[in-house]
């Protein structure tokens, strides 16, 4: 089966709180990518990193790091010192090489809903 | 450049009429992907254009459902008629290359569907 769980519905921290954000993923491919979107009020998906199946490399974006594991088949969010403008939704979505006959769809968690309280 | 557009942001319409939706890609992006989040559940792929030919429709849940990409550029997703479970956030995407392997999903802004 091919899946994303997100088991944190919402999370509410106070600013300059760390913040994790989980993300398991189940797939039968070897060759597969990763991706976080976030969604602020305003609706739209925004890109925040991809990770390709061979890049167990952690990544750091500013306050934004990443830890990807494949032992544990997770992919999870880290945001440093949290702010206000960081309340959004954030999906962790999966994309198997050749899911569907098409590559690059994606498959969506249900996603996070982040609130930062001042 | 612009991003990917759509509208109506949002509709409210009543059970068994007919709506449609329309996405804008970016200029250029062959490839066109329609998604639907229905209330507290995942955003889930309807289908996949490429030019104006659907590659994937698999995720299309019912006959209910016509998508269309006239000359390769916007597209319009009709649902006729709709049903109460319609209702959710449909989203739009496109991309250059194929998605995932060219890294670029460039999502809309989506368009709420409430069926009364």
């Known amino acids: 089966a091919q899946k994303v769980t997100q088991a944190q519905t919402e999370i509410s921290v106070v600013e300059k709180e760390d913040v994790t954000l989980d993300c398991v993923y189940e797939?039968?491919?070897?060759?597969?990518?990763l991706f976080w979107y976030k969604q602020p009020p305003s609706g739209e998906l925004v890109f925040l990193i991809r990770r390709n199946s061979f890049d167990e490399q952690n990544e750091i974006s500013g306050r934004y790091s990443w830890n990807f594991q494949k032992s544990t088949s997770s992919f999870n969010f880290t945001i440093t010192a949290s702010q206000v403008v960081d309340s959004a939704v954030y999906f962790c979505a999966l994309s198997p090489r050749n899911y569907g006959g098409s590559q690059g769809n994606l498959i969506f968690g249900k996603g996070t809903k982040l609130s930062v309280k001042p | 450049e612009a991003g990917v557009t759509q509208f109506p942001s949002h509709s409210v319409i009543e059970k068994g009429q007919t709506v449609t939706l329309r996405c804008d890609p970016i200029s250029g992006h062959d490839n066109l992907y329609w998604y639907r989040r229905v209330m507290g559940k995942e955003i889930k792929f309807l289908l996949h254009?490429?030019?104006?030919?659907?590659?994937?429709e698999s995720g299309m849940p019912n006959n209910r459902f016509l998508a269309e990409r006239t000359g390769g550029t916007y597209s319009t997703l009709k649902v006729q008629p709709a049903e109460l479970e319609d209702s959710g956030v449909y989203f739009c995407a496109s991309s250059h290359g194929q998605g995932a392997a060219n890294y670029g999903y460039t999502f809309g802004s989506g368009t709420r569907l409430t069926v009364v």
């Open positions: 797939t039968r491919d070897t060759t597969y990518y």
């Open positions: 254009f490429v030019k104006e030919s659907k590659q994937d």
